[in-house]
């Protein structure tokens, strides 16, 4: 995948829990761990709008692109 979710770093950097964010976001754990692992085909706005306020970032603090190299 070309987009990489960098979840994981945020919470640490932030020192905040999953389950606390989880549970401020108003999402289930599993949900969150799903997000963290990138093994989602999408994240709603609202839901990445909900993760940015709570963690006082921006989106691309947590979604970084990274150019698929093309096989020959």
């Not at 990138?38 to 609202?46: H, I, W």
């Amino acid at each position: 995948m070309s987009i990489v979710i960098h979840l994981d770093v945020m919470l640490a950097l932030r020192k905040v829990k999953s389950k606390d964010l989880a549970s401020a976001i108003g999402i289930t754990e599993a949900n969150l761990s799903l997000l963290k692992q990138g093994k989602v085909k999408g994240v709603r706005l609202a839901t990445l709008d909900a993760i940015c306020k709570h963690l006082s970032c921006q989106p691309g603090d947590l979604l970084i692109h990274v150019p698929e190299v093309e096989q020959q």
